[in-house]
T-cell receptor, first 111, second 112 residues
Framework: KQEVTQIPAALSVPEGENLVLNCSFTDSAIYNLQWFRQDPGKGLTSLLLIQSSQREQTSGRLNASLDKSSGRSTLYIAASQPGDSATYLC??????????FGKGTRLHILP | DGGITQSPKYLFRKEGQNVTLSCEQNLNHDAMYWYRQDPGQGLRLIYYSQIVNDFQKGDIAEGYSVSREKKESFPLTVTSAQKNPTAFYLCATGQGLNTEAFFGQGTRLTVV
């Protein structure tokens, strides 16, 4: 059974710092990996999608990498801002077309 | 306006009652998903449907039922058999195994 783990569970950093969020998964037979952002009480906003054949994707200050063979992905946020404060969720799409989530990392950027 | 519409945003249910949560999409996506989110638990898959008139159980299907009679709609019924239904429910859609999933804004269900 596919399991997705996100480390750390929570993170507080001063504004302006670069930071890395980690995601690991147990079964490398995935179609893609997607990073989402969730604000309190809201739905999920897609940030980046990495196909299984890709190594990384970039969007603005965000960069996500994927090492499928080792079951790992990282989300790099450059020059963090208070508006980046949210919960970040990692999800993999498995061979049965299920989308399986980690429990998320709660990020707080200190002004 | 394209997207996924979940309604209502807030829903209150008395114990012992069934309640149906609506999820409608105009993205023309084949796949639709229902998740439940509890504090500290992340998102857990309840049911998903890859095509009209077909659906599969997720990890926590007990006490829930779904139908997929139309491509645009995937309603979720929370039955009285669900012992702890208070949660935030999220609907998602996707098109193809290599594409993004998109989420609605969620329905918060509270049992009173």
């Amino acid at each position: 059974k596919q399991e997705v783990t996100q480390i750390p569970a929570a993170l507080s950093v001063p504004e302006g710092e670069n930071l890395v969020l980690n995601c690991s998964f147990t079964d490398s037979a995935i179609y893609n990996l997607q990073w989402f952002r969730q604000d309190p009480g809201k739905g999920l906003t897609s940030l980046l999608l990495i196909q299984s054949s890709q190594r990384e994707q970039t969007s603005g200050r965000l960069n996500a990498s994927l090492d499928k063979s080792s079951g790992r992905s990282t989300l790099y946020i450059a020059a963090s801002q208070p508006g980046d404060s949210a919960t970040y969720l990692c999800a993999v799409r498995d061979r049965d077309d299920k989308i399986i989530f980690g429990k998320g990392t709660r990020l707080h950027i200190l002004p | 306006d394209g997207g996924i519409t979940q309604s209502p945003k807030y829903l209150f249910r008395k114990e012992g009652q069934n309640v149906t949560l609506s999820c409608e999409q105009n993205l023309n996506h084949d796949a639709m998903y229902w998740y439940r989110q509890d504090p500290g638990q992340g998102l857990r898959l309840i049911y998903y449907s890859q095509i009209v008139n077909d659906f599969q159980k997720g990890d926590i299907a007990e006490g829930y039922s779904v139908s997929r009679e139309k491509k645009e709609s995937f309603p979720l019924t929370v039955t009285s058999a669900q012992k702890n239904p208070t949660a935030f429910y999220l609907c998602a859609t996707g098109q193809g195994l290599n594409t993004e999933a998109f989420f609605g804004q969620g329905t918060r269900l509270t049992v009173v």
